[in-house]
Structure formats: structure tokens, C-alpha cells
């Protein structure tokens, strides 16, 4: 369904050329005539955003059927993802315009990766040995709160919670970096520091081509330079670790470094809490938008007659009987 709906319909393509099988169409389908249809299928989705037909497959996201709702969902997402490409450019196109400035003379600076932090778990400490009553056992001494926590997280091993942690912990999967928005921080405090005049305008911004993470969220909350990024996806990634902080930058360099670790870990510890007490998760299944942004009032103003057209076929298929 995914294929037929996104592609059919663009200059050149016809059904034989993709198949209803996430699996199997992109092997199906003719990649050349796709990259010199590009514009034309970016067209078309931006006229399906622009008409009620999105209104409908959001609906068809949001049901919550087995098996079916799910599709729908990846449809949005990808639909949604390739007309970002479409964005990018008017942006871009619309920047220059109005901040000319911006694209002359520039220069790309590159910064290099962190390398994985070391193992920590060895020891007292090792896979085998970790468990979430252990864990528990360390985030508060309170005895209520301990009995309270440790009660919701046996609950949890129903679910496999202690195999799960163990899973996370082994040497093969633990390999933290630092990602990408809190190494370039680190970058630009140690090359000047970050006062206003080190940004464009003053806007002490870091962007960056995915929403936040959890943990990257709450560094730049607690962390004291006051930059900011962008809204978060609320994912957790246990591979997540702070920068490096080197002999010749000083013991107050070390000190502001545990204080945000120690800010940092009383967030996490509420986090874990909340999760174990409600036992609902935050964060998204893609790390990435699904929505495309438009003026408030566009989707009703633009309509036109291709998105009026898809509506059409669309609303003449049997939704009910896609599996």
C-alpha cells in the first residue's frame, strides 16, 4: 500500500513498477525513474499534506488496530520524511533571502567524533550481577521509597526487566559516545566560550537534524551556559556519555563537570521512578518528525485540485478489508 499510494502516480511509474510489500517493492521498483521524479513525487506529497486526505490517514494512524494502524503510521512517517527534503530547500532558499549574510564566506568546521568511553561495568558490577533491585538500591536510601520501587520493578521482571538490564550491560553492546549537539557544546566552550557574540544574532543555538534525545535533553536543562537546542524525541539511548574533561583543563574543569553529572542524575533518578510507578514510557518510535510544519490555517487554505483528486482514490479503496 505504502508503494502504490506514494509512487503510482508520478510521471513514468505505473503499478507493475512496485509491489504492496515493504520487503519487496524497493527491489521492484525502477530507482531511476524515482530519482528523475523526485520533484514530481515530492509535489504530490505536498499536495496530499495540503488536503483532507492526510486528515484520514491520520485517523487511520491513530486507531490503534493490530496489525493495521501501523502501516498507516509508517506511511505518515514516510511520506512525512521525504517532504522534509521539499522544506529543507524553500528554507534555505528563504534564509538567503532574508540573512544574505549567512552564505557568504562561510566556513565548515569539522570535529571529530568521541571515541566509546570505557567499560564500567566490572567487578561488583558486572552483567551478571546487575539487577534492578540493585540498581534501586543505589538511587535512594530511603526505606519506603525502596520497598515502594523495588515492589513495581519485581512486578516488572514479568517482563523480563532484570534480563533486559543485564542485555544492555554486556561489554558487546555498552560502547557510549557522546553525541553529536553536547560534543559540539564542548567545542565551542573550549574555543572561546559561549557568549552571545559567538553565535549568529546572538541566538546561543545549537541546531542539529534530529529532535533531542532523553539524555541530551536533560545535559543542556541543568547544564550552565544557557544554550539551547531542539525539542526533544524523549528516545533513551544507553550508549549516551559526557565529554572528556583532560589534566590541563584544571580541577574546577573536574568539579563543574561532577556537579552536572550529579544535576543530571537527579532527573534520571525521577525519570526511572516515574517509569517504574506508571510503567508508561516516554519517547517516540522514530527519532526523527514525522510531521512536516505548515502556517496555522494552511492545510484548509491550500487545497487544490491533485490533492482534491487523491482524496478521490483514496476514499474509493476498502481501508477496512488492508491487512
Known amino acids: ?28 521498483l525502477n530507482i531511476r525513474l524515482v530519482s528523475q521524479n523526485c520533484e514530481s513525487l515530492l509535489k504530490y ?18 486507531e490503534g488496530r493490530m496489525n493495521k494502524s501501523e502501516c498507516w503510521s509508517e506511511l505518515r512517517h514516510m ?25 557568504e564566506n562561510y566556513k565548515v568546521h569539522y570535529i571529530a567524533s568521541s571515541t566509546p568511553g570505557r567499560y564500567i561495568f566490572l567487578g561488583k558490577n558486572v552483567p551478571e550481577k546487575m539487577s534492578a533491585d540493585l540498581i534501586i538500591g543505589r ?60 553565535f549568529f544574532n546572538g541566538y546561543k543555538y545549537i541546531g542539529c537534524s534530529k529532535p533531542t534525545c532523553r539524555l541530551c535533553e536533560q545535559y543542556f536543562t541543568v547544564h550552565t551556559s544557557g544554550v539551547q537546542v531542539r525539542s526533544p524525541h524523549r528516545n533513551l539511548y544507553t550508549n549516551w556519555r ?29 525519570d526511572t521512578f516515574r517509569v517504574l510507578v506508571e510503567r508508561i514510557p516516554e519517547g517516540k518510535r522514530h527519532d526523527s518528525n514525522t510531521d512536516p510544519t505548515y502556517p496555522i490555517g494552511s492545510t484548509a487554505s491550500r487545497r487544490n485540485e491533485r490533492g482534491e483528486y487523491l482524496e478521490a482514490s483514496l476514499r474509493s479503496l476498502n481501508l477496512d478489508s488492508l491487512d
Open 139 to 198: 538511587m535512594t536510601s530511603d526505606p519506603a521509597k525502596l520497598a515502594e520501587y523495588r515492589a513495581h520493578a519485581q512486578e516488572l521482571q514479568k517482563c523480563g526487566l532484570d534480563e533486559s538490564i543485564r542485555a544492555n550491560t554486556d561489554r558487546k553492546k555498552f560502547r557510549p559516545f557522546v553525541h553529536a549537539e553536547v560534543l559540539l557544546l564542548d567545542w565551542i566552550e573550549s574555543d572561546g566560550g559561549t557568549h552571545p557574540s559567538k
Open 242 to 270: 559526557m565529554p572528556d574533561v583532560y589534566e590541563d583543563q584544571g580541577l574546577q574543569a573536574v568539579k563543574d563537570r561532577n556537579e552536572l553529572l550529579n544535576k543530571m542524575l537527579d532527573l534520571v533518578k525521577r
Open 45 to 62: 506529497i505536498d499536495d496530499l499534506y495540503k488536503s483532507d486526505i492526510e486528515l484520514l490517514i491520520r485517523s487511520r494512524a491513530k
Open 79 to 103: 511520506a512525512g520524511r521525504l517532504l522534509s527534503y521539499l522544506q529543507a530547500v524553500q528554507t534555505l532558499v528563504s534564509t538567503r533571502k532574508l540573512w544574505p549574510e549567512l552564505f
Open 1 to 28: 500500500m505504502q508503494g502504490k499510494l506514494l509512487f503510482s502516480h508520478v510521471t513514468g511509474l505505473n503499478d507493475d513498477d512496485c509491489e504492496y510489500s515493504p520487503l519487496s517493492y524497493c527491489s521492484k
